[in-house]
C-alpha cells in the first residue's frame, strides 16, 4: 500500500554496492531474492515444503506467493529496479500456469500493471515466455492450464514470438487431439482430456491475427469430429468455436453461408446465430439479409426441374432457411417486419403444390424434419401477428386446417380463437370480416375453407364485440353502410 502510492509513503531502494568488509546501506536486495523465491513456491516446491503436524499449509503457501507476487510487483516497478525486472515477468509467466485461480489472477494483475506503467523490452518477453513454451514441441506433453496461461498472455502482452510458425503448431495439435477424441471410447478418462485441451487450443486462436487464414480448417476439423462421435445437440466444442467464430464474424458468416449445401456446416451455422453471445454474428446477417435469401429461401438444385425451386432438394435448403429466420426473430422481433422479401419467399414455400403435397405425407420424412412445417406456420402467425391487415397471408393458411396431417395447427387455432379477436384493432376486424364475405362467394375456395373462415375466424370476432358492446361499431363501416347490408348485397350478386 505504501508502496504504490502517489508519491510513495515508503522509499524502498536496492541495497548501495560497498567495499569488501563494509556493510551496505541496507537488505532490500536480499529481501527482494528472498520474495521471488517465495513467488517460486509452485505445487512441486510447496509439496516439499509441507510437513506431518507443521501449522503450514496448503492454502497458507498459496496466499503466501500470491502475496508475495503482489509486493515485489510493486517493488520493481520503480526504475531503480530495473536489473532484476527479467526474473520478476517470468515469476509472473509461470504463475499463469498454476492450477490455483488466486495465483492466476495476480498474475494476470502484475502482467498488466507492468504493460501499462513500463515498455517491457521485447527481448524480455520472449525470455520470459520460453520456459512456457518448453512443453510446446510434442502435441502430448500440452495441458489445459498451459493453454490458458498463454491466452492469458496473447490478452496482456504483445508477443512477437507467437507468430505464424505458433498458429501452424497449434492447429497441428488442434487435429492430433480432434483424432484423441474420435479414437477414444465414449466415457473414456483420456477422452475427457482431450475434449478439454482440444477446446483450450481453439480458445487461444481468437487472440491470434493469424488465426483469420484457418478459418475453414478449424470449422472443418470441429464439424467433422462432432459429426464422427455422432454429437450434434450439446457439442463439447460449441462454446469454443462460438467465441472463435465471433472473433472473425465477416468472414464467418460469409464462409458458411457459402457452405449451405453441407448438413456439417448448416450445423454449425445454425447453432452459431442461435447462441446467445454471437451478436456480431447476427449484425452481419441483420446488415445482408439477402444472404438468407440467395444462399437458402431463393436455392435452386444442381439439375433443375420444371418445378426445381420446389423440388425436395430446395426445399430441404429453404427449410435451412426457416430455420434461419426463427433463429433471427428470437433476439430480432421486427426481422420479419423489416425485411418482406424474406415474408414473400415464406408465403411462396407455404402455397408450393410440393409443400402442400409433403405436409399431407409428413410420416414418410425423418424425425428432424417433422417440426419443420409447424416452424413454417409459426412464422407466417407472428408476421400476422405484426401485421393483421394482411389478409391474404391469413387466408393462406385456412386450408391445412380443413386437412388430415401430422402437422400441428394448435398455434394458428388459439391465435384464430383466442389472440385476433382480442388484440386486433376494430378497423382491422371490420376489414377482416369484410374479406371474408367476399371469399365466401369466392367460387374458387371449397365448402371446408369457407366454413372454417366462418367459425375460426369471424364468429370469434363477432363473439368477442358482442361482450365488450361495441358490435354496432364494428358492424358499420361507413355512415350509410354495414357489414350485415354488404352481406346481404353480396349475396344477392352471387345468386344465378
Not at 502484475?110 to 501499462?116: D, S, Y
Not at 504483445?158 to 465414449?186: C, G, H, M, Q, Y
Not at 457439442?235 to 468472414?251: G, I, K, T
Not at 375466424?457 to 354496432?472: E, W, Y
Request: glycine letters at 2%; a positive charge.
Amino acid at each position: 500500500f505504501g508502496l504504490n502510492l502517489v508519491p510513495p509513503l515508503i522509499e524502498f531502494l536496492p541495497s548501495e554496492k560497498v567495499a569488501e568488509g563494509q556493510q551496505p546501506t541496507n537488505n532490500n536486495t536480499s529481501y527482494v531474492k528472498e520474495l521471488l523465491e517465495l513467488c517460486k513456491l509452485d505445487e512441486q516446491r510447496a509439496r516439499l515444503a509441507l510437513r506431518p503436524g507443521s501449522h503450514v499449509t496448503k492454502a497458507t503457501l498459496v496466499s503466501l506467493r500470491c502475496r508475495a507476487l503482489e509486493l515485489v510487483s510493486s517493488i520493481t516497478l520503480n526504475d531503480a529496479w530495473a536489473e532484476i525486472r527479467n526474473p520478476v515477468v517470468e515469476q509472473f509467466v509461470r504463475a499463469l500456469v498454476s492450477p490455483h485461480a488466486e495465483v492466476v489472477q495476480v498474475g494476470c494483475i502484475g502482467l498488466k500493471t507492468f504493460c501499462a506503467k513500463t515498455k517491457l523490452p521485447t527481448s524480455l518477453l520472449t525470455s520470459a515466455i520460453r520456459p512456457l513454451l518448453e512443453d510446446f514441441q510434442e502435441y502430448n506433453r500440452l495441458s489445459v492450464p498451459m493453454l490458458k496461461s498463454i491466452s492469458y498472455l496473447l490478452d496482456i502482452l504483445p508477443i512477437a514470438a507467437l507468430n505464424s510458425k505458433f498458429t501452424d503448431k497449434l492447429l497441428e495439435f488442434l487435429e492430433k487431439w480432434l483424432r484423441e477424441v474420435e479414437d477414444s471410447r465414449s466415457g473414456d478418462g483420456r477422452s475427457a482430456e482431450a475434449i478439454k485441451i482440444a477446446c483450450a487450443i481453439i480458445d487461444v486462436f481468437p487472440k491470434l491475427d493469424s488465426a483469420l487464414s484457418y478459418l475453414e480448417r478449424i470449422v472443418d476439423l470441429v464439424s467433422t469430429t462432432e459429426e464422427r462421435i455422432g454429437r450434434y445437440i450439446g457439442s463439447m466444442f460449441q462454446d469454443s468455436l462460438h467465441v472463435y467464430l465471433e472473433s472473425f464474424a465477416p468472414n464467418a458468416v460469409k464462409y458458411l453461408f457459402s457452405r449451405a449445401t453441407s448438413p456439417r456446416h448448416v450445423r454449425v451455422l445454425l447453432g452459431v446465430v442461435g447462441a446467445e453471445a454471437c451478436k456480431k454474428i447476427r449484425s452481419e446477417i441483420l446488415k445482408s439479409p439477402d444472404l438468407i435469401i440467395r444462399n437458402l429461401l431463393d436455392a435452386t438444385d444442381p439439375k433443375p426441374t420444371k418445378s426445381s425451386l420446389y423440388s425436395e432438394g430446395s426445399q430441404r435448403l429453404m427449410f435451412i432457411g426457416v430455420k434461419m429466420v426463427v433463429a433471427m426473430k428470437k433476439f430480432e422481433p421486427q426481422f420479419l417486419i423489416k425485411n418482406p422479401v424474406i415474408v414473400s419467399k415464406l408465403v411462396a414455400l407455404w402455397s408450393s403444390p410440393h409443400f402442400n403435397k409433403r405436409i399431407q405425407t409428413q410420416n414418410n420424412l425423418p424425425l428432424d424434419r417433422l417440426r419443420e412445417p409447424a416452424q413454417l406456420l409459426e412464422l407466417l402467425i407472428d408476421y400476422v401477428r405484426l401485421k393483421p391487415d394482411d389478409f391474404q397471408t391469413l387466408r393462406l393458411m385456412f386450408p391445412i386446417m380443413a386437412m388430415r396431417t401430422l402437422v400441428d395447427t394448435s398455434a394458428l387455432e388459439k391465435f384464430f380463437l383466442d389472440e385476433l379477436p382480442y388484440s386486433a384493432p376494430l378497423k382491422v376486424k371490420q376489414n377482416i370480416l369484410v374479406k371474408t364475405i367476399l371469399m365466401l362467394h369466392d367460387n374458387k375456395e371449397t365448402e371446408q375453407v369457407r366454413s372454417i373462415a366462418i367459425n375460426k375466424l369471424a364468429i370469434p370476432i363477432v363473439m368477442v364485440s358482442l361482450l365488450r358492446g361495441d358490435l354496432s361499431d364494428l358492424f358499420r363501416i361507413k355512415d350509410e353502410t354495414t357489414i350485415i347490408s354488404m352481406w346481404m348485397k353480396q349475396a344477392l350478386v352471387s345468386q344465378p
